[in-house]
């Protein structure tokens, strides 16, 4: 299926705020707003996490707002490829509250007649709970559906199971995301100690009582992914505060899988998230 692709920029809560919009070209019943990963500090809406799921999604009659948010310093000793814009780098709360903004945006674009999702990969992913996660809380609106993409959702996360240690020791390449690691990327993200943060910033900290009236989570973990630990800690508690969750570990990937389409799972993973938006109702977004 043919889509259009715009690139658009919205009066954001802190400034301009880059979207890049797809649009089926026989029009949607229902939409996702995207958010891409990079590490908070990483990303743009070319690379492949961005801008190949979009308009896989797009081409399976799904509209798609992908998000330009904004992005964290680079931590001392990280290299990161060069950034799609040259925006001020911040801390947190900024590129959360940008990505809630692209939400309520997007539920009157025009771009799909039903109900819109929200959801992102890896650090976007926890862009994407958190900013869900407040919509719950303060009564707008709220996604029919989340989609998390090997999400990142807490700071100091389990340590990998024995399962999982040995997936790693065979995969060396794919060992990357060691407490040490993660602690410096959340830091770096909140700009101060992770005990100041609240659970819009790290969502794998919300209790139970927070996490009610959730919308329901489809996740995808990669196997050989120590940021699995997280996604399925998270995926427990959601479970304990009643959400209705559906997680999946995409056979066979590392982390990030969706940013090498060549890698069969990535479509696998995109045929995974297409037909969960399409099963969508009408009246699932709404407000709280």
């Known amino acids: 299926m043919a889509h259009a692709v715009r690139d658009r920029t919205l009066d954001g809560p802190h400034g301009p705020l880059g979207v890049r ?25 070319d690379m ?4 190949w799921v979009a308009g896989q999604l797009a081409d399976r009659g799904i509209a798609v707002v992908s998000v330009d948010y904004a992005l964290a310093p680079v931590p001392a000793g990280w290299t990161m490829p060069p950034a799609g814009h040259t925006r001020e780098r911040v801390h947190y709360p900024l590129a959360s509250e940008e990505v809630g903004f692209a939400f309520a945006w997007a539920l009157s674009s025009g771009l799909a007649d039903g109900p819109w999702a929200l959801g992102g990969a890896s650090a976007g992913a926890n862009l994407a709970t958190g900013a ?17 993409a090997y999400p990142t ?7 990998a199971d024995a399962e999982l240690r ?22 770096n993200y909140l700009g101060g100690p992770l005990d100041a ?33 997280s996604g399925e800690a998270f995926a427990r508690s959601l ?6 969750v559906d997680a999946v570990t995409e056979r066979g990937t590392q982390h990030g899988h969706l940013n ?3 890698e069969p799972a990535a479509s696998l993973s995109i045929e995974r998230i297409a037909a969960r938006l399409h099963t969508l109702s009408p009246g699932d977004t709404s407000m709280r």
């Open 21 to 45: 919009t797809y649009a089926p070209a026989d029009g949607a019943r229902v939409g996702l707003v995207w958010a891409h990963g990079g590490g908070f500090a990483g990303g743009d809406l």
């Open 48 to 51: 492949p996490e961005a801008h």
């Open 132 to 148: 869900a996660l407040r919509l719950v809380h303060t009564g707008g609106p709220v996604p029919a559906l989340v989609v998390l």
């Open 153 to 159: 959702l807490q700071a100091v996360q389990p340590p």
């Open 166 to 187: 040995a997936l790693l020791a065979a995969q060396p390449d794919a060992d990357r995301f060691g407490a040490d690691v993660v602690r410096t990327m959340y830091e």
């Open 197 to 229: 943060a609240d659970a819009y910033a790290i969502p794998g900290i919300a209790t139970t009582a927070q996490l009610m009236g959730f919308p329901p989570v489809l996740m995808i973990n990669g196997e050989a992914d120590e940021l699995r630990m």
């Open 239 to 244: 479970a304990a505060a009643g959400v209705a």
């Open 260 to 262: 090498r389409p060549a």
